[in-house]
């Protein structure tokens, strides 16, 4: 089926009819079992999701950058019950369809906003969300403008503190763009977020040690104490619906330690077993130290 960016299809699950896939422009692009909204079947979903889990109990307010068929989303509204989330996606025919095809959370447990993601993220305001998740492709990469520095002061600024950004890095062999990026988030959230269990790299092991292409997931924790900067910040966005919406994440101050082993342990005994890079070792992989 046509849709803005291009061709939208679902395909069904010979074996198992509640299965299905949503390619956009031939690339598998959400998958969802339409009779489990808790069921996450991409391996770097599962490794957010395990991320996520690691947030204090309750409700979050949160920000997905790519929504496509809102797989994600659905998976943390059955697992947050009375969450807020905005998902934004450049294809508003995109979502029309996600809306049509797939049982998602209504508004305004789940809100859908068609816009580059860039854009939107300066209409949000400061500390609006507990966990920001940039999920967004062209081709087979994220567009620049998503990974760069300014990308990280937004995707911060829209945290509250303590809370959460998760980036989807798609990279293969030697990974420079996972590298490339982790420096990036450690000069915006802070020198000492790598040691202090702030920032991390997850992925399966065989694309950390550079044998094949791969999804990395990259996680950076604001700081838990607001500094001065953010009250400068105040109205410093424009007011949208969706901002209004969004409001003061509901979050305090708790940050999640990637240091926890109990989120190793998680990420480790996943369907696909992945490893974590956080201190020494992420400090490493992005040439941090020395």
Known sequence: MAIDT?????????????????????????ALDLSDPGFLA?????????VVAALPAGPLRVLHLGAAGSAFARALDHERPGSRQLGVDVDARLLDLARTWFALPRSPALRLRADDAGHALETLHPGSFD??????????????????????AAAHRVLRPGGLLL??????????LARRELVTLAGVFGAEAVGSGRLGAVAEPAVLKGRRYGNVVLAAVRAPVADDAR????????????????????GGPDAPDLRDAALAR?????????????????????????
């Open 6 to 30: 291009g061709t939208a299809e679902v395909e069904r699950d010979p074996d198992r009819p509640h299965l299905v896939t949503l390619h956009v422009n031939g690339v598998p692009s959400s």
């Open 131 to 152: 966990v920001v998740v940039r999920d967004v492709f062209a081709g087979d990469r994220t567009p620049d403008h998503l990974a760069d520095d300014a990308f990280a």
């Open 266 to 290: 998680a990420l480790r005994t996943l369907p696909v077993p992945a490893h974590l890079l956080v201190a020494d070792d992420v400090a490493r992989f992005a040439g941090l130290t020395g």
């Open 231 to 250: 009250s400068a910040e105040t109205g410093a966005a424009e007011e949208t619906d969706d901002a209004k919406d969004a409001g003061d994440a509901t």
């Open 167 to 176: 980036a989807n890095c798609a990279d293969r062999p030697p990974l420079h």
């Open 42 to 50: 991409f391996e770097y979903m599962q490794q957010m999701a395990a």
